[in-house]
Structures are given as C-alpha cells and as structure tokens.
C-alpha cells in the first residue's frame, strides 16, 4: 500500500471563525473553500506540506452521514490506489463504502478497532 500523505480533518461548527488562527497566528494560507463564496463548509489551510482540512459537522453529517460520535476530527490518508487497503480492511469495517466524490477522489471511510474514523482516497 503506497501512501502519499495525511491530513486530519478537524470538525468545527463553522469554518469563518477558525481561519483566523490557522492563516493569521500560525501563518497557514488557506488552499481551498467550498463554497468559493458564502458560508464555507470546508477549507483546507496548508503550509510548507502540511495540510489541515476543516469541515462543518453540518456539511460532514450531509457527506458522511450521522458522525456525530465520531469526535472532534478524522483522517484522510491520500493513497497511490484503494485496492490495498480495501483488500487489508474487513467489510464490517467500512463506515462508507467505496464512492467516487465529486472533487474526483476515489475514496473508502473505515473505522480502526478503536473507533477512529480513516478516510483513505485515491485519485479516480
């Protein structure tokens, strides 16, 4: 399995408020905004190579479905193909099956023996 990074996804009750810290105190500039205007439902805020994804729980509970115990935050792991990790992860495992998004990842959303939530994506 080839993996090619991972950027937590913290889920905030709205994203405006957040920016602020992310892009003024820790000097992150923000990569990306959904929507492009309006209240945002995600960002994702980069520096150097790393990147934190922000999500409202609003927009994660509309994507992901009823994650509200998740906790505060999941990961996403960006791998070279999800054949692998389909193939390491057993079915009951999976918390969303396998989807093509509409940002063009080939993604899986599985849950670890502790309870955390992993996406893993893939370029489709």
């Known amino acids: 399995?080839?993996?090619?990074?991972?950027?937590?996804?913290?889920?905030?009750?709205?994203?405006?408020?957040?920016?602020?810290?992310?892009?003024?105190r820790l000097g992150f500039a923000v990569t990306v905004k959904v929507p492009d205007e309006g209240p945002l439902v995600f960002a994702i805020v980069a520096k150097g190579s790393i990147e934190v994804m922000l999500q409202s729980r609003t927009s994660?509970?509309?994507?992901?479905?009823?994650?509200?115990?998740?906790?505060?935050?999941?990961?996403?792991?960006?791998?070279?193909?999800?054949?692998a990790v389909l193939a390491a992860v057993p079915a009951g495992d999976i918390v969303v099956p396998r989807r093509t998004t509409f940002y063009g990842a080939d993604e899986v959303y599985v849950r670890d023996p502790a309870g955390n939530v992993i996406g893993f994506a893939a370029p489709a």
């Open 60 to 83: 994660a509970n509309d994507d992901l479905g009823d994650i509200g115990a998740i906790g505060p935050s999941l990961l996403y792991i960006r791998v070279a193909a999800l054949d």
């Open 1 to 24: 399995m080839e993996i090619k990074n991972l950027a937590p996804i913290l889920l905030v009750d709205a994203i405006e408020p957040c920016l602020p810290f992310w892009v003024n």
